[in-house]
């Protein structure tokens, strides 16, 4: 069995293409391959074979439990970003310049915190298979089918932080760019969520000073658009959460068997 790697589109490609949808459609197929590994770790003979190679088994729980923490912290942070999205739609419906200033200031700091997520998996799985004498057609495919899972979770996890932390990074925050664009790689994404740059500081801000009654109206309605969008992000990212804390849950088990 093979898992083909979702293939998030770069920079150079068409930037209305990543949305929310886009964005939770690679949720989805995360899900779907960790679906398929749990259904594979069940397997007698798979756990036969991992039974005898435990210390690959060691990294692949060291990874899996990297995983886990990272998508908690995701969580933590994704929400108070959910919060604030809401303050800061309460203080432009009364045009709280003082109210939406502090919002805009907690959002960088939450943007800046998922960034960094993107640093800590991208270490993830970059070991090789322990060197053995014998390695059978069957630890061969098993080992690509797991392997194939691991760059999926890397590949969909990164465009799911920077997709939504560029989206609020000032100009001022480049540093995020530049440094991700320094050590870019093939499966990294470098652009921001369309329906959470909408909603960026410079369209929000303009509004407290210059912006007259149809214009607030319209980025209120976009707001709210966000929050659906938000809502599906938080659902299908719980999900791929749930999915790495079973998968972790499965190695663990073969390997205190």
């Not at 068409?14 to 929310?20: A, F, G, K, V």
């Not at 690959?56 to 990272?70: A, G, I, S």
């Not at 089918?145 to 997709?163: A, E, K, P, R």
């Not at 319209?218 to 804390?245: G, P, T, Y």
């Amino acid at each position: 069995m093979q898992i083909t790697p979702f293939d998030f589109p770069t920079q150079r490609g068409n930037p209305d293409n990543r949305t929310s949808a886009w964005l939770c459609d690679g949720l989805s197929r995360l899900k779907v391959a960790q679906d398929s590994l749990h259904d594979i770790l069940q397997l007698p003979q798979t756990q036969e074979l991992l039974s005898h190679k435990r210390e690959w088994v060691e990294k692949l729980l060291e990874d899996f439990l990297r995983f886990v923490d990272v998508y908690g912290i995701f969580q933590t942070s994704f929400l108070s970003l959910k919060e604030e999205q809401l303050a800061a739609k309460v203080a432009l419906r009364r045009k709280g310049g003082s109210r939406i200033a502090i919002c805009l200031k907690s959002r960088k700091k939450l943007a800046k915190e998922i960034a960094k997520l993107v640093f800590s998996i991208r270490c993830i799985g970059r070991y090789s298979f322990p060197a053995s004498a014998k390695v059978s057609i069957a630890d061969t495919e098993l080992i690509g089918v797991i392997n194939d899972v691991i760059q999926v979770t890397v590949s969909v996890s990164v465009g799911l932080f920077n997709g939504i932390s560029m989206a609020f990074a000032s100009k001022k925050s480049s540093w995020i760019k530049l440094a991700l664009s320094k050590k870019a790689n093939k499966v990294e994404v470098e652009g921001s969520i369309k329906e959470f740059e909408q909603i960026g500081e410079a369209n929000v801000w303009s509004l407290t000073r210059k912006g007259d009654d149809e214009q607030v109206k319209m980025v209120l309605k976009r707001m709210q658009d966000l929050e659906r969008s938000i809502a599906d992000i938080e659902s299908d990212s719980d999900k791929a959460f749930r999915s790495l804390i079973k998968a972790r849950f499965l190695l663990l088990n073969i390997l205190t068997k």
